[in-house]
């Protein structure tokens, strides 16, 4: 069954968020998981894209933007890392980091959910309506201050 997991930040700051979401993609990445990135529209994919090329000069975490897919081919088992505004595009990775305002409405496509709340009023009351829900589909729930 998939885990769903609930990080809220103490922050309000949209970066310091996205930032989060960049080191937990390195880390499941890292751990041999291919993992989705979600967010609200494509100007906000291209802007994490962007992010994931510069937040930590010391590394590098291979991704891409989930419309650009089909040139994004894993290369020598290097698990992908995609951006993108929809669930449908993350057809065969395992890990959803979920920076949208909706829950994942295709839950079960992934061994474990992500979802990275701030202290802003609007993201924490997004975030409760997405608890709820996948509480209600019957779903393991962590949550995590930070």
């Known amino acids: ?80 890392v995609l951006v993108g505004t929809s669930t449908q595009d993350a057809t065969g990775l395992d890990i959803l980091i979920n920076l949208s305002s909706e829950p994942c409405v295709e839950p079960d496509k992934f061994q474990k959910i992500n979802e990275i709340l701030s202290a802003d009023p609007e993201i924490l009351a997004a975030g409760r309506v997405s608890y709820r829900s996948y509480q209600n589909l019957g779903y393991a729930l962590e949550t995590h201050k930070l």
């Not at 894209?49 to 937040?55: K, P």
Request: glycine letters at 4%; one cysteine or more.
């Open 1 to 80: 069954m998939t885990q769903v997991n609930f990080y809220t930040l103490s922050s309000e700051d949209e970066q310091s968020r996205w930032q989060f979401a960049c080191r937990l993609a390195e880390k499941a990445a890292g751990l041999g998981h291919s993992v989705f990135l979600q967010v609200e529209h494509d100007d906000a994919a291209r802007q994490l894209d962007s992010l994931l090329w510069e937040y930590r000069p010391s590394s590098f975490l291979p991704h891409g933007l989930a419309t650009d897919r089909d040139s994004n081919i894993q290369h020598a088992g290097t698990p992908a």
